[in-house]
């Protein structure tokens, strides 16, 4: 179950910001009724230098219109405070003037503990893989473009680093409407400029395509 600090603090923003690192939702891989109360929580957009994940993340979600939102499949809820809560009790459960036998132990457990936080940032730290969250709009041909069989050509594109995500049609005007289709890539692995090639490949059913949001991971 996520747990963060009062996401309308820069504590829970801060937090929510490092859990989406290396995830689009709240949820696992589509977004959920979790996103939407988080959306709820977070009130209004994350600063983008600030907090460029949980940004990348509200500015998602927030494409979604309410319709849409009511049929996304319902999954644990979030959780806020709890870590200020646990805090609280330990510090609660310290019994300050104790005996000097058990303030002996608390005293060296604290600093066995302090041994092993010292000892772990001495660790070498592991390579980061670089990723961006891309939001491709993919226009079709007219009214008479066959759009899931469009979307199924637009998936059926395998490239290593590249994880298909979330999609909806959009109007357009004039009856036509376009895919609108999130996709994670690894940035040392995708270019997008090769991605769209292939796509616009499938010329019997896409226009042209478009990149209507791009944001680094």
């Not at 490092?18 to 209004?44: C, M, N, W």
């Not at 899931?148 to 490239?159: D, L, Q, Y």
Request: net charge negative.
């Amino acid at each position: 179950m996520p747990s963060f600090a009062d996401l309308t603090t820069e504590k829970g923003l801060g937090e929510l910001n490092t859990y989406l690192v290396d995830k689009t939702y709240i949820v696992g891989f589509v977004p959920s009724s979790a996103d939407v109360e988080a959306l709820k929580l977070v009130g209004k957009a994350p600063c983008a230098n600030k907090y460029p994940h949980a940004n990348r993340w509200y500015k998602t979600i927030e494409s979604y219109d309410q319709s849409e939102t009511t049929s996304f499949p319902k999954t644990e809820a979030v959780t806020v405070a709890a870590a200020t809560t646990t805090a609280t009790k330990a510090e609660d459960d310290i019994d300050l003037f104790g005996d000097d036998d058990e303030n002996d132990e608390e005293y060296e457990r604290q600093l066995e503990e302090r041994r092993k936080a010292a000892a772990e940032k001495k660790k070498p730290k592991e390579k980061v893989i670089a990723k961006s969250s891309v939001l491709l709009d993919v226009k079709p041909w007219d009214d008479e473009t066959d759009l899931a069989e469009m979307e199924k050509s637009v998936r059926s594109i395998e490239m290593e680093g590249l994880l298909w995500g979330a999609s909806k049609l959009a109007a357009v005007g004039y009856g036509i409407k376009k895919l609108v289709i999130n996709c994670v890539v690894v940035d040392d692995l995708v270019s997008t400029d090769d991605l769209i090639d292939k796509i616009q490949a499938f010329e019997d059913y896409v226009q042209s395509v478009d990149i209507a949001a791009f944001n680094k991971i």
